[in-house]
């Protein structure tokens, strides 16, 4: 496996900032959300696998960007985007919903992190 310089981290994490930035506000795309709260049981690595629990809250003010970093420091353009997911749940006004993803990075290795999520979302009354 190609081991990573700083310089394309540094690359990939500007071009990560640049995205969410220019994914606007949830209050532009989604006006009658409340909140979103995200809990992710992530876990990475074969061999004696890395679990981490991370949860993620998103108001009006946030950006629109749901995009979760895979852990595996190696990994530059994978992650977990739940952009989907939320689209589905805003969509038809759900509000919970539950899944696993892998990570969608190109550099495929053991080493990528899988993800159990939980979604809830509260829409203004």
Request: charged residues 25%; contains cysteine; neutral net charge.
């Amino acid at each position: 496996m190609k081991k990573i310089t700083n310089t394309e981290k540094n690359i990939a994490k500007m071009e990560k900032r640049k995205l969410k930035l220019e994914s606007g506000l949830i209050s532009e795309h989604f006006p009658d959300i409340e909140s979103i709260f995200i809990k992710i049981n992530n876990s990475y690595g074969k061999k004696n696998p890395i679990k981490i629990a991370r949860e993620f809250k998103f108001i009006p003010e946030s950006q629109a960007y749901f995009n979760i970093e895979c852990l595996n420091k190696n990994c530059l353009d994978g992650g977990f985007d739940l952009a989907g997911v939320m689209d589905t749940m805003i969509k038809s006004h759900t509000g919970s919903g539950e899944g696993e993803l892998s990570c969608n990075g190109s550099e495929l290795s053991p080493e990528h992190s899988h993800i159990s999520y939980k979604i809830t979302i509260n829409y203004i009354s």
